[in-house]
Nanobody
Framework: QVQLVESGGGLVQPGGSLRLSCAASGIIFRLSSMDWYRQAPGNERELVAHITPSGSTNYADSVKGRFINSRDAAKKTVYLQMNSLKPEDTAVYYC?????WGQGTQVTVSS
């Protein structure tokens, strides 16, 4: 059974940084692509970042140059380093692998 557990969210001031983690179990991690999505109140869930098994990454235009997606095969964990955060980055962030969702972690960017 696939299980994804996100952590690392919180309250941060504009311009600050956070690092989200997504720990995976029940998958062959080294063969799996992983996605980060986010959903703000009243908005649809949107794809933020994608990472392939080899570590190639893609980003939404809104976060390109500010967010860095990475993975650690030994820990079966993917990370989303979020820098230069803006109020519009406020959302619940979710990890997704092959259709399975984590529980989400809240990120709030506010002064």
């Amino acid at each position: 059974q696939v299980q994804l557990v996100e952590s690392g969210g919180g309250l941060v001031q504009p311009g600050g940084s956070l690092r989200l983690s997504c720990a995976a179990s029940g998958i062959i991690f080294r063969l799996s692509s992983m996605d980060w999505y986010r959903q703000a109140p009243g908005n649809e869930r949107e794809l933020v970042a994608h990472i392939t098994p080899s570590g190639s990454t893609n980003y939404a235009d809104s976060v390109k140059g500010r967010f860095i997606n990475s993975r650690d095969a030994a820990k079966k964990t993917v990370y989303l380093q979020m820098n230069s955060l803006k109020p519009e980055d406020t959302a619940v962030y979710y990890c997704n692998c092959e259709g399975t969702w984590g529980q989400g972690t809240q990120v709030t960017v506010s002064s």
